[in-house]
């Protein structure tokens, strides 16, 4: 919730650019600046009954699923109308510095041809990308990932595992029941012989995560013969976190808060972090050294954010799982995600003797939509 104003706050100064320039562009025609209003003052009324509604919870859930979702959508339209509006403002403004002169007093049936084209581009751009980043999340795909992660200079038989690994599943207004029916049907089909949830699997209220056949999906199918284990991520800590905890405990799942557990056998430790929106969790060199002769145990990590990953080999950390970065879920945001991340983004980093992935989550989060990222499901095959 802390990042509703200030987002609000720079949304409403982009838009008054835009208006600001548009009356200068095209003083003679509003209906732009009018249709630019129109949305961004419904986008802005509904996200504020949205987060009054999450804070005091006087609406029924699906309302305020609703609410949110269309508030969600105004903001993706008005964000490629203001992309169109702003490419067609600088057009004409280069043809007033160059000719000193407004194109639609020079060029009036051209002017006309100009402003049709700019509202087919805008229309075309709208649609498909509602259509194809609709499917980019709700048709996950499946990465396998094969690694060998044995110490060096290890003497021991090699042992495999199959492991799934999912994160940002996001069950809220955006991932349903049909959404989870299809995580557990897809992940059950490559028969996991242990399941890892990377944290953030509500978006924000439990309500949704509670409707009965999700809770169903979870606890009775989504199974493996080595169990489930959870870790929080930033999105359990908004709103009840009590209640999403206890959520973990209903569907079957082990939730592993800064612990440790071997979930195989002793040569394999998996080791669960708390999300670090939590300021008290145990930091990395602490929470490590309470794994008992390391040097020579297969070490894995699930930890939400991939902040801390430059100790991983110092840690003695063979593979860690990350997630929450969406991989950016949206151009022109994949940039902006890239520039805090890097090439902890997305995908498969090899430092050393560790291992990392970054998976771009199987759900999303504020618009239901990727642009050029993709949900997935990871299907880890690995040597140890």
Known sequence: MRFFFPALLLQSLFVGYLLFGLRRAIPRIAWPRILLRIIWLMGAALYTLGITDFMLKLLPIDWFGCIILTANLLTFILGIVALWCAVGHLLLHLHRRRYGRSFDADHPLGFKIFISLLIASATATTVAAIHRGNRNVHEPHIVPLSLDIRKPGST?????????FISDIHIGENIRVEDVQR???????EKPELILIGGDMMDHRVEFARHPEIMRLLRDELQA????????GNHEYRGNTTDKQQWISDVGGILLCDSIVYPVDERLCLVGRDDRVNKARLPLPELMSRVENRSNRTTLLLDHQPTETDSLEMEHINLALCGHTHSGQMIPFTALVYMRYGQRTY???????????????????????RIGTRSEIVILTLTY
């Open 347 to 369: 995908g498969y980093l090899h430092r050393g003797n560790s291992h990392l992935y970054v998976s771009s989550g199987y759900g999303s989060a504020a618009p239901p939509f």
């Open 225 to 232: 013969p080595y169990g489930k284990y959870y870790i929080l």
């Open 183 to 189: 995580m557990v049907q897809m992940t059950m089909a």
């Open 156 to 164: 021991e038989a090699p042992r495999r595992l199959r492991a799934a």
